[in-house]
């Protein structure tokens, strides 16, 4: 079976300062896909990274970066310079070859205070 | 850019009442999903369909129904709302591994 888990139900930090989300996998497939969506206020789901199981670079993308390890079934999602306009629900997600379905950790809610 | 569509933000329905959520995407991908989200729960799954006529139980399908009489278009349906099904309801479309959401309905049952 596929699982996602996020451990961090809630985080708070101070704007400015990094901050981490945490991700672990399981999953049987030996090909599957990694995503991050980020859920603001507003509610809807914006899509910030896929990555599929062959490709274990690390990822920079402005003030985001993605830190994907096969050894560890983990793909961490870390902030830097946090701002407040991060202040969201982030959801790590898996898909895998072999089912259609998508499945999702239960959310990290991160808030970024002045 | 994909577009997937739902027919409200926001709905207020009574207990009881037949409840329609629709969803619309204009990409011609065969496979789209209903999910709905809960505080603490994530996103789960309630029915998905990968043709014309298709459907799939997800995780949760109890008190839920879908109909998909053309492509682009997969609709939920409550048959008596109630209370419990009080959340926030995301529709997706997807093409290989990449699911595009529209932006939900928060629909609140009295």
């Known amino acids: 079976a596929q699982k996602v888990t996020q451990a961090q139900t809630e985080i708070s930090v101070v704007e400015k300062e990094d901050v981490t989300l945490d991700c672990v996998y399981e999953?049987?497939?030996?090909?599957?896909?990694l995503f991050w969506y980020k859920q603001p206020p507003s509610g809807e789901l914006v899509f910030l990274i896929r990555?599929?199981?062959?490709?274990?670079q690390n990822e920079i993308s402005g003030r985001y970066s993605w830190n994907f390890q096969k050894s560890t079934s983990s793909f961490n999602f870390t902030i830097t310079a946090s701002q407040v306009v991060d202040s969201a629900v982030y959801f790590c997600?898996?898909?895998?070859?072999?089912?259609?379905?998508?499945?999702f950790g239960k959310g990290t809610k991160l808030t970024v205070n002045p | 850019d994909v577009k997937v569509t739902q027919s409200s933000r926001y709905l207020v329905k009574r207990t009881g009442e037949k409840v329609f959520l629709e969803c619309v995407q204009d990409?011609?991908?065969?496979?789209m999903f209903w999910y709905r989200q809960d505080p603490g729960l994530g996103l789960r799954l309630i029915y998905f369909?990968?043709?014309?006529?298709?459907?799939e139980k997800g995780d949760i399908p109890e008190g839920y129904s879908v109909s998909r009489e053309k492509k682009e278009r997969f609709s939920l349906i409550l048959e008596s709302a109630s209370t419990n099904q009080t959340s926030m309801y995301l529709c997706?479309?997807?093409?290989?591994?990449?699911?595009?959401f529209g932006p939900g309905t928060r629909l609140t049952v009295l």
């Open positions: 369909s990968y043709d014309v006529k298709m459907k």
């Open positions: 990555r599929n199981s062959f490709d274990e």
């Open positions: 999953t049987r497939d030996t090909t599957y896909y």
């Open positions: 990409m011609d991908h065969e496979n």
């Open positions: 997600a898996l898909y895998g070859g072999g089912s259609e379905k998508l499945v």
């Open positions: 997706a479309s997807r093409v290989e591994s990449e699911q595009f």
